[in-house]
């Protein structure tokens, strides 16, 4: 009786994990999708407020699409401890700087549209799969997010970045 109760989870653990990659147990296109940032309900934030803010909310609903359909977060690099960015000095800079979203989730990835090859003033991203953070990094208009949407404001950072992320990645 033990070594069933031992062996039955596994089982059925493995047989999910076939059935998932069979495709068996992916949701239709239709639904819709909703973005499980830790702060603030994404359907409540005027992306309008700034061009950053609606830069990272199309990446949000990409990285939702994508996970999905992969049942985790496209990781960053060294294993998802690195932030990525089109040019970053805290992980890889490169134009896919969140892996595998375009062209079939996003159509491009936005830029900073201060267009600075400073690395450490970008849009950068950081994820293990499970959490996420996506931030506007080293940004000018911070006083002006924060004003708005406080809750926006990278806890870590305070208003030197803000974005979204998921609650786990809070304090990334």
Request: proline share 6%; with cysteine; charged share 25%.
């Amino acid at each position: 009786m033990i070594k069933i109760r031992i062996w039955l989870p596994l089982v059925l653990l493995l047989l999910l994990f076939i059935i998932e990659r069979k495709g068996y147990l992916k949701k239709p296109e239709s639904l819709e999708i909703i973005p499980t940032v830790a702060q603030h309900p994404v359907s409540e934030i005027n992306a309008n407020i700034s061009v950053e803010i609606n830069d990272l909310l199309m990446i949000v609903y990409a990285l939702e699409r994508y996970k999905r359909d992969h049942w985790s977060y496209p990781k960053s690099s060294h294993g998802g401890t690195k932030w990525d960015g089109i040019f970053s000095i805290y992980g890889e800079s490169r134009e896919d700087w969140v892996p595998e979203i375009v062209p079939k989730y996003i159509n491009q990835l936005p830029r900073d549209p201060r267009m600075l090859a400073d690395g450490t003033k970008q849009y950068i991203y950081v994820s293990n799969g499970i959490s996420y953070k996506l931030i506007a990094h080293n940004v000018d208009n911070c006083a002006h997010i924060k004003n708005i949407y406080p809750i926006l404001v990278d806890p870590k950072r305070d208003c030197f970045a803000y974005g979204f992320w998921t609650k786990n990645a809070a304090l990334w």
